[in-house]
């Protein structure tokens, strides 16, 4: 983000009537707090996807984002996550939740196979129809 994005964003701050915001992107962590002005910024490292890279691309099928929403890989903060890559899955598994109007929609497996690959970022918004988790044929 360049300093004329962070102005405009500050700018659109301070004019409304919110009291704290949060803008998050793979690059940078922005919390902006009214009542203590409080601005900070907090770098992160960059989520890297992974993938397995012997397994073909034309036997693997892509679970989506049956709605829009919130993506979480595990039940709570504490939990394991459901599916991890290499992990094999069976067809009805859950696979990851995505939050809907305060309502937690389970996403499933649609077919049985191998994690090949997760594009989703937990705590992050999908969109109808992305590209969630990678699942191909067992070895």
């Given amino acids: 983000m360049d300093t004329k994005q962070l102005e405009v964003i500050l700018a659109l701050f301070e004019k409304s009537t919110v009291s704290e915001m949060e803008l998050e992107s793979e690059a940078f962590k922005l919390k902006l707090k009214r009542n203590t002005e409080v601005h900070e910024v907090i770098s992160k490292p960059i989520v890297q996807q992974i993938s397995l890279p012997t397994v073909k691309e034309d036997n693997a099928h892509w679970v989506k984002a049956p709605l829009v929403g919130t993506y979480y890989h595990s039940a ?39 994690v090949q690959e997760i594009k989703a970022i937990n705590g992050k918004m999908v969109e109808y129809n992305q590209a969630l988790v990678r699942i191909g044929d067992a070895p």
Wanted: some cysteine; glycine content about 8%.
């Fill in 76 to 114: 709570n903060p504490e939990a394991k996550p459901y599916v991890e890559v290499g992990q094999t899955v069976k067809e009805g598994q859950v696979i990851c939740l995505i939050e809907a109007m305060k309502v937690m929609n389970e996403i499933k497996a649609d077919r049985n196979g191998v």
